[in-house]
């Protein structure tokens, strides 16, 4: 019930299209839902986060959509660009504000080829 | 925005020696860090909440005589690989959250841990 489920593991998108990466989540309790971008060597790091009291939300070219009836939620990349190749985390936990520990789903490796 | 610092960024140690890596919130107090530890092409696998002040929660399968955590104050928390082997060779990464409300997690850029 703890597990994030995360798919594709890997996703190769041309240059411009749309990058979508899918998670799954039980616990209905999970209240905060970030999404962390990950290079190779380098600390993940956070690209943007959704509360379950929205169903999208919006960074620039990066999207999250949330959908709390069927405790799923995706990170939509438009116009991919080769710089967005990374590996890509979603995550949830309870309560952002405590010191409660978030769960990472197993990643996945995004090429967008030039 | 706010940065945590690990270090060293790679280190290469014999087997036997131990290893101290250290992880600093720079511009935020952190109550509590992560340390995680990530094989090539997988996720991060939590090895041990850290909070400042008192012991260190170590998840399960984690041998906290092993990987032992001292977390002396609010920017500083560091991870000693006792008596290493080569395969605790690793990437270890370390996060931290600023102790202010609704603040997200802000990870390290990881250490990469060579036993030979």
């Known amino acids: 019930q703890q597990q994030v489920k995360q798919s594709p593991q890997s996703l190769i998108v041309q240059k411009g299209g749309i990058s979508i990466i899918n998670c799954a989540y039980e616990?209905?309790?999970?209240?905060?839902f970030p999404w962390y971008q990950q290079f190779p060597g380098k600390g993940p790091a956070l690209l943007i986060a959704i509360r379950p009291d929205v169903s999208e939300k919006k960074e620039g070219r990066f999207t999250i959509s949330f959908n709390k009836s069927a405790k799923q939620f995706s990170l939509h990349i438009m116009d991919s660009q080769p710089g967005d190749s990374a590996t890509y985390f979603c995550a949830a936990s309870i309560a952002m504000n405590r010191d409660d520990k978030i769960i990472f789903g197993k990643g996945t490796r995004l090429h967008i080829l030039p | 925005g706010a940065v945590v610092s690990q270090h060293p960024s790679w280190v290469i140690c014999k087997s036997g020696t131990s290893v101290k890596i250290e992880c600093r919130s720079l511009?935020?107090?952190?109550?509590?860090m992560f340390w995680y530890r990530q094989f090539p092409k997988q996720s991060l696998m939590l090895m041990a909440t850290s909070n400042e002040g008192s012991k260190a929660t170590y998840e399960q399968g984690v041998e906290k005589d092993k990987f032992l955590i001292n977390h002396a104050s609010l920017t500083l928390s560091t991870l000693t690989v006792t008596s290493a082997h080569p395969e605790d060779s690793s990437f270890y990464i370390c996060?931290?959250?600023?102790?202010?409300?609704?603040?997200?997690?802000?990870f390290g850029n990881g250490t990469r841990l060579t036993v030979t």
């Open positions: 616990n209905t309790a999970f209240d905060y």
């Open positions: 511009d935020f107090q952190a109550t509590t």
């Open positions: 996060s931290a959250r600023d102790r202010s409300y609704n603040s997200p997690l802000h």
